[in-house]
């Protein structure tokens, strides 16, 4: 059981693995994200997860197609390009249903995994915590279910043979209910570190200390942010999903009020739902908060999809009213490097040169720490209005 666990949901067991990464533009999707973006972000959880990219390919199709993902040609082309880029796994950008996996992992004789596989491999070593680790076997369980059906008449169809078929099918039920078996326990253990959060809020609530929770794109400087306006040191890197689990600090506005400030999980586009439905009791501490912090890296060129990606998951999570302060940064990369600037002017010269800033955005550098006393001013205004509803 173990073994097909990791079959499906690792990438990295093999001593070096080269993948190529493939992506299909439907023509009647209404994603908003090119595909050479997505494919650049696949490369990049690929890196996070120790994979070297041997190659890349795309496909223009009405609707991908339900036997094996891509095109005849396309597929031809794939199987070309082994012996010169020889990869060793490919890694599709969508998720592949359990039956187009199986006939690809059959006619390219390589590991054919697809982006929610490799979120969750990524997921599955960046979880520390008990509650993280629970979350992530949740989703990686949630995920394997419905793709067992393939695993064994695929083992079957390789050895086959006479006697094969009975045993492999009892052996489907099995494994079957062995993961449904897992998937109750692993609910039940999560209900309890619900509860636990659940209290631990309420105790909060009682006293009356406003909570902040920053949301954001992965990579955009939730914790590092965290780390500056509280001197925490929460563990910060130039790499996906650094952090998994929330982390709360308590700091003090400029009006000297204290507030709560809460870091967690980043979102990334197609994130897989399994991962939205296991994080409940993480992603429960975004609904509990007063304000909503999200942080964005202007410095992406894609910050305007990654915004729409979180403002679209947070819709999902029903938070798509909570009040909201957009803080964009990373604008020290932004600025001439051959100047010395101090906070001020580099903020005006940037927003000057902006599109104009509406009154709950602010420009700042989380790692130089600018730009923050306006944050908080704005963190402390929204407070305000929270607690003195307009009539
Ligand atoms: N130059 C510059 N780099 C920054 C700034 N803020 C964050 N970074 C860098 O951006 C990278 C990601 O920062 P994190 O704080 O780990 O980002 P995060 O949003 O917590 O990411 P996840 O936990 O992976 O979702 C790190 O290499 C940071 O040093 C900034 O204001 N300026
Ligand atoms: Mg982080």
Known sequence: MEDIITKKTSVTTAPQERA?????????????????DSLAELAQLAGTAGVEVAGELTQRLHT????HYLGKGKLEELISLKDNTSYNVVIFDDELSPIQQRNLEEILKVKVIDRSALI????????????GQLQVELAQHQYLLPRLVGQWSHLERLGGGIGTRGPGERQ??????LIRQKIHRLKAQLEEVRKHRALYRQRRKKSGTPVVAIVGYTNAGKSTLLNTLSQADVFVEDKLFATLDPITRRITLPDNHAIL????????????PTIVSSFRATLEELSEADILLHVVDLTSHNAAEQCQTVEDILADLGLADKPRITALNKIDLLLDRDKTWDEETAI????????????????ISAGKGWGLTRLLELVSHALDDISRPSS
């Open 20 to 36: 190529f990464l493939v992506a299909v533009v439907a023509k009647e999707s209404t994603d908003r994200w090119r595909v050479e």
């Open 64 to 67: 991908p197609s339900k036997i």
């Open 120 to 131: 969750l491999d990524i997921f599955g070593r960046r979880a520390k915590t008990r509650e």
């Open 172 to 177: 489907i039920e099995t494994d079957r209910r």
């Open 261 to 272: 400030i809460t870091d967690t999980v980043g979102f990334i586009h197609k994130l897989p």
């Open 348 to 363: 005006k010269d940037l927003a000057d040169e902006r599109a104009p800033l509406d009154e709950d955005t602010v420009l």
